[in-house]
């Protein structure tokens, strides 16, 4: 397994690393989230780059630059894992911050491109994955409220929160992170 | 009885072939499915067959492929994209029901221009057919509101995150109601108006706007306003000093406000929805003496409608779902009238149950019993039952 470890130290009202692929709004959203989860704490995020080798072995691809150990005062808090998932017309961002556990500990939406189901931004429906891991329900009107006129934008967000959470658990399973 | 089917598919593509450079054409574009973003191609369609019957005379049963619909989308870049909605309807009858270019002006603003929709109540904007009950929309959303209302406008929509909210506000073209004969009136409301952006006629600009709230758990509230004045083709080549002349004209319009208030709720199998619409119509009295036709001063219509999905009960692992529904309507294009009598069949309490089996996300067979019942006591309540289907993709 070949790790490259990038870092970066943060005191807050200073950016966090920088994702290359995000937009600047995206950006800003990772740093208000951690300013709110990780107050006065000096965090800094270190960038999983799993192997060629170790892909294959997981059985799935991971784009670079999308899975981030996180550490808040020299501990370790967690994993920032970034992603694309599908619109009506577009494709938004999303993060997901896993607790050291691998429980959920936030779901944000990054950038929403698209007009119409942009209601899956509100905290009211993110905050139900609070708490979710690989083992939970994830099934959209049962287990997570939808919101009508975001059907589309729901379920991918329901699938893709999953998605994320299947894999770092294999990660974890593995030794890959 | 029979249900019919059609075939769906669904693709994102590029513009451009990536692997050796060389032009493609549209079809080759989207057929060649190389991996880009560029082209969205999505639908829907839906398959009705409607049952009237009563005890003393036979109907005849209508089978129709009621709609089937491509959505094509292109992608200029991250921030412009334009969006065409293109209907077969009743199998021959092609429309454009949307056409529009949207620029992203900020993280909170877009700015929309071309056909679009008119944001009122729930069915005019969220139409596909699994996102509502019934094989048939509501008939508040056909009778009162024209759906689908379609006008070239332009204007901007976004929405604030952290308050849950989302807007849009657009100067529009408004109905016609005047080319020669009046073509709005008591029997079929707005609908005749609509223009749908085909060679429309435009004197001047109306409003529309909505506000929606979802920063509740489960439930979505709406707020939507139109305003404006209707076209008529009795101001063209019109003499501004013929006093007589434009007075005649201005009986041909009719100033309309209409206001809606719509909500959505779903907890886990339960779902509820309602609507309030109410519009105003003003100069009516002039534009009947006019045109000669029998349009009220006022609309209104209403409906609550409530639905359990009953597999959560029989089967919590499945993947489908088996919905279970009842709504009623009422509504009446005389809801006021003047100088004139009220026709009271233009009144009408609609009640329709039913169920839904959703087989998989995006496809529903449907089932429902309908009974219309004017509110005039001279005439006999009709009944009818639906079957169909109705896919989205």
Redesign the interface.
């Known amino acids: 397994m070949k790790i490259f470890i990038l870092i970066s130290v943060l005191a807050f009202g200073v950016t966090l690393q920088d994702v290359p692929w995000l ?1 600047k ?1 995206g950006q800003k959203r990772i740093d208000k989230t951690f300013a709110k989860l990780w107050k006065d704490q000096n965090v800094k995020t270190v960038n999983l780059d799993i192997s060629i080798e170790d892909q294959k072995e997981l059985g799935f691809k991971i784009r670079k630059q999308t899975l981030y150990k996180v550490f808040a005062d020299a501990n370790h808090e967690g994993y920032m894992y970034l992603d694309k998932a ?1 619109s ?4 938004f961002d999303y993060m997901v911050i896993y607790n050291p556990d691998l429980t959920i500990k936030v779901v944000k ?1 990054l950038v929403y ?3 119409q189901g ?2 899956i ?5 993110l ?2 994955f609070k708490g979710k891991n690989h083992f939970s329900k994830f ?1 959209l ?2 287990d997570i ?7 589309i934008s729901c ?1 991918s967000t329901v699938e893709g929160v999953k998605k994320l959470s299947k894999r770092i658990y294999k990660m974890n399973q593995l030794g890959k992170l | 009885m029979m249900l019919f089917s059609v075939i769906v598919t669904q693709a994102q593509v590029t513009s451009a072939d990536s692997t050796t450079n060389e032009p493609m054409n549209t079809a080759q574009n989207i057929l060649a499915g190389n991996g880009g973003k560029s082209i969205t191609v999505a639908g829907y369609g839906e398959v009705h067959y409607n049952q009237q019957f009563n005890d003393t005379l036979s109907h005849n049963g209508k089978m129709d492929v009621h709609r089937v619909i491509m959505f094509l989308g292109y992608k200029f870049s991250d921030k412009t994209s334009f969006i065409t909605e293109l209907e077969f309807e009743h199998v021959k009858e092609l429309y454009v029901e949307q056409a529009f270019l949207q620029h992203n002006l900020h993280e909170n603003i877009n700015f929309r221009t071309g056909l679009m929709l008119i944001p009122m109540g729930i069915v005019n904007e969220y139409h596909e057919p699994t996102t509502f009950n019934g094989v048939e929309r509501p008939n508040v959303d056909s009778k009162i509101i024209p759906t689908t209302w379609r006008e070239i406008g332009a204007g901007f929509s976004g929405k604030f995150p952290s308050a849950s909210l989302r807007y849009q506000l657009y100067a529009v073209n408004g109905f016609l109601s005047y080319n020669g004969v009046g073509k709005i009136g008591g029997s079929s409301g707005y609908r005749s108006g609509r223009q749908k952006g085909a060679e429309a006629i435009f004197t001047t600009p109306n409003l529309s706007g909505k506000l929606d709230f979802y920063g509740l758990k489960g439930l979505k509230l709406g707020l939507s306003g139109y305003f404006g004045g209707t076209q008529s083709t009795a101001y063209n080549n019109l003499d501004k000093s013929d006093a007589d002349a434009v007075a005649a004209a201005d009986s041909s319009v009719i100033n309309i406000s209409m206001v809606g208030i719509d909500a959505r709720y779903q907890n886990k199998g339960f779902k509820a929805r309602g609507q309030f619409i109410y519009s105003n119509n003003d100069n009516s009295e002039a534009y009947n003496a006019y045109t000669g036709k029998d349009l009220g001063s006022s609309f209104v219509g209403y409906y609550i409608e409530a639905s359990y999905d009953i597999m959560t009960l029989i089967d919590k692992e499945s993947k489908m779902e088996l919905n279970i529904f009842g709504r009623y309507e009422n509504y009446d294009t005389h809801n006021s009238v003047l100088s004139m009598d009220r026709d009271l069949s233009y009144g009408r309490l609609d009640y329709t149950t039913g169920i839904g089996l959703k087989l998989a996300n995006g496809a529903m067979l449907k089932a429902d019993y309908q009974q219309f019942i004017n509110i005039d006591p001279t005439t006999d309540a009709k009944h009818q039952i639906n079957l169909g289907f109705g896919v989205w993709f």
């Open positions: 937009d709004n599908p009506k017309f577009d494709k939406i491109r698209e007009d942009g209601e931004m509100s905290s009211s429906f905050k139900q099934e009107g049962k409220q939808g919101i009508s006129g975001a059907t379920r």
